[in-house]
Nanobody, 123 residues
Framework: QVELVEVGGGLVQAGGSLRLSCAAPGRISKNMGWFRQAPRKEREFVAAITWSGRRTSYADSVKGRFTVSREDAKNAVNLVMNDLKPEDTAVYYC??????????????????WGQGTQVTVSD
């Protein structure tokens, strides 16, 4: 299993931007996903990208505001979040998929998770 570490969370005002990065010690040759979990809520899908970077998928709630990308030179997968809203407040997790067939959106399709990074968006 690959070890994943998320960085880049923090506190930002509504309308602002943050860039999260998910790094691994070596090349990430897996489909990758970003999920988030707010207090007292289920973990929910945010975005995913295939190992090649050719295919991405997004939750409707973030489509047009968030962008997922791969940075293979740095063994990283990034999530750029623009026009942030208070409802985006959550712990954000990156995950590596168990298979490489698609940009998966279900947590049980991922078998390796990072420790999470807190994103807080104030009014």
């Amino acid at each position: 299993q690959v070890e994943l570490v998320e960085v880049g969370g923090g506190l930002v005002q509504a309308g602002g931007s943050l860039r999260l990065s998910c790094a691994a010690p070596g090349r990430i040759s897996k489909n990758m996903g970003w999920f988030r979990q707010a207090p007292r809520k289920e973990r929910e899908f945010v975005a995913a990208i295939t190992w090649s970077g050719r295919r991405t998928s997004y939750a409707d709630s973030v489509k047009g505001r968030f962008t997922v990308s791969r940075e293979d030179a740095k063994n990283a997968v990034n999530l750029v979040m623009n026009d942030l809203k208070p409802e985006d407040t959550a712990v954000y997790y990156c995950a590596a998929a168990a298979a490489n067939n698609d940009a998966y959106s279900l947590p049980n399709q991922y078998d390796t998770w990072g420790q999470g990074t807190q994103v807080t968006v104030s009014d």
